[in-house]
């Protein structure tokens, strides 16, 4: 599922890029927390919009934004690699740190404040609201954790033994929600001192005059955020260099050499449970269908529940550490003998489809109206099945990418055959997307386990379309009886172009990835 924001003030096929961001105050009835992002449009004009504090984890500097939307393009600054000395100088100082080619322009952009590291010769400046994203937000339900101060009392509780960590989530915590990323920070937070640290400093900064309602034009006091363990780390950002300063826009995977209490990370949920025994239902109830985008009212309205949010696939800071930690999702098995009759279908109605609704990403306050709305982050290459194993040995060679990932099954009416074929499941796909600095494609593969082969399809997203609905309609409608791309249905599909077919052979990994790569270039 997409997003965009509604009311949007700007003309509807406007690029206006995200310049800055503003640290949270109380807004609203029920106080929620909100934040103003600052818009530039293309003629360098400001405007100020407030957005929920729960958005954090959507917002990049530099990023351009239409219709409400984001577009996945990055405007400003390249891809660099920084590699931390043992002993780096570590500062939060005033946004007066950013370079002045890079215009605040008002006191109050200028309020917040910037990590500045002094690292082997350069000075590198990153605003702490971008630290607190990478490293602390990568959804919703953390992003409004991080400002309250009970350490995810409310949200599971917790046990470190003999370096095995365990997570034990209450029932007001989404599914959607417990993506792998999300359960390795949160552990960080909780067994991990120097993560733990930097944590409490940004609630700390939040108390400390912090999350008042504006008035007379003031804002909250700004928040504080270090980023932990940075000696001997290192960093994937888009930034700009200006002589030898480096203005970090986005951290997009960070590695650190510390090691962690924990190399064992097991998880567990009410709603996670494999039922054993007795009898299925027949069906025939409500069917809900989710609609292909949620729109967020910039309005502080409170969701009026938080456990089965719309779930939103977003980008993610990837984090590797000294050592792999295997992450475990432990299910409650739920024995049904005697219990599981036969009910017959009721007289359900069928939601009809649509497209787009409204939803929140404001806090739970007991009385809202709306769905909530909930990050899902796209995969990293360690959650991967290993069926696509291949493939992510053959992506590094797309040469100066950043990679994201969702694994989906083949829809209902899909010309595949089954995989496996002794349980009749659907044939898995992966898909991937493919970022530079200015531009991004998607490709997408099929499990091909079996020695069913299909090729590689890399293409370019079509505007106003949904991502994952798309590609769905794509596998249905595009791929032949004999299991294998219909170029006819690909060219309808596409108005002619912007796609490209790579097929599959014996070759090195290095030889695969290379002619994806050359493939990507000729979509552009």
């Known amino acids: 599922m997409e997003m965009k924001f509604k009311d949007w003030p700007f003309d509807k096929n406007e690029n206006v890029y995200l310049h800055w ?286 456990t089965a949010p719309y779930a939103v696939r977003l980008d993610f800071t990837t984090a590797d550490f000294a050592q792999r930690i295997e992450v475990v999702k432990v299910r409650e098995r739920v024995n049904e003998k005697g219990q599981g009759e036969d009910r017959p279908g009721g007289g359900g109605v069928r939601l009809e489809y649509v497209s787009t609704k409204d939803g929140t990403l404001y806090d739970e306050a007991g009385c809202g109206e709306l769905p909530s709305v909930e990050f899902t982050p796209f995969k990293s290459v360690n959650d991967v099945s290993w069926s696509f194993r291949k493939l992510f040995k053959a992506l590094p060679y797309i040469k100066g990418a950043s990679l994201s990932f969702f694994e989906g099954e083949a829809p209902e009416g899909c010309c595949l055959p089954k995989v496996p074929k002794i349980s009749g499941s659907p044939r898995p796909y992966v898909l991937v997307g493919v970022s530079f600095s200015s531009r991004r494609f998607f490709l997408v593969e099929v499990d091909g386990r079996d020695d069913h082969g299909i090729s590689t399809l890399l293409f370019m997203m079509p505007r106003g379309k949904s991502l994952i609905a798309f590609t769905g309609n794509m596998l249905k409608k595009c791929i032949a009886g004999g299991g294998h791309w219909d170029r006819e249905e690909l060219e309808a599909l596409f108005n002619g172009g912007r796609y490209e077919l790579v097929k599959h052979t014996k070759s090195s990994s290095e030889n695969w990835g290379m002619r994806l790569w050359r493939a990507g270039r000729r979509l552009s």
Request: with cysteine; aromatic share 8%.
């Open 21 to 306: 961001l503003r640290s949270p105050y109380h807004a609203g009835q029920h106080k929620q927390w909100q934040m103003q992002a600052v818009f530039r449009r293309e003629n360098g004009t400001l405007h100020d919009l407030a957005m929920p504090w729960g958005a954090l984890p959507a917002f990049r500097l530099g990023c351009a934004y239409r219709d409400g939307k984001p577009t996945g393009v990055n405007h400003l600054g390249t891809r660099m690699q920084i590699r931390f000395c043992s002993s780096p100088k570590v500062s939060i100082c005033d946004a007066i740190s950013v370079p002045r080619q890079y215009e605040l322009r008002t006191r109050f952009n200028l309020r917040e404040k910037c990590v500045v590291i002094w690292n082997r010769g350069e000075r590198i400046v990153v605003p702490c609201l971008e630290v607190i994203r990478a490293y602390f937000a990568p959804n919703r339900m953390m992003t409004a954790e991080l400002l309250g101060p009970d350490l995810f009392t409310d949200v599971c509780t917790s046990t470190l033994t003999d370096g095995q960590a365990h997570l034990k989530f209450s029932e007001r915590v989404a599914i959607a929600s417990l993506s792998t990323e999300v359960i390795k920070r949160m552990a960080l937070v909780l067994f991990d001192g120097e993560f733990r640290a930097a944590w409490k400093k940004v609630w700390s900064s939040a108390s400390n005059g912090g999350g008042e309602n504006m008035r007379n034009g003031e804002y909250a006091y700004p928040l504080h955020a270090e980023p932990p363990a940075i000696p001997g780390s290192s960093w994937v950002v888009r930034g700009m260099k200006i002589e030898k300063t480096i203005l970090v826009l986005e951290i997009k995977q960070f590695s650190s050499a510390v090691r962690l209490p924990f190399s064992t990370l097991s998880y567990e949920h009410p709603g996670f449970r494999t039922h054993e025994g007795g009898k299925k239902g027949s069906g025939g109830g409500r069917i809900k269908e989710e609609p292909e985008e949620a729109a967020i009212d910039p309005e502080p309205k409170s969701p009026k529940g938080i």
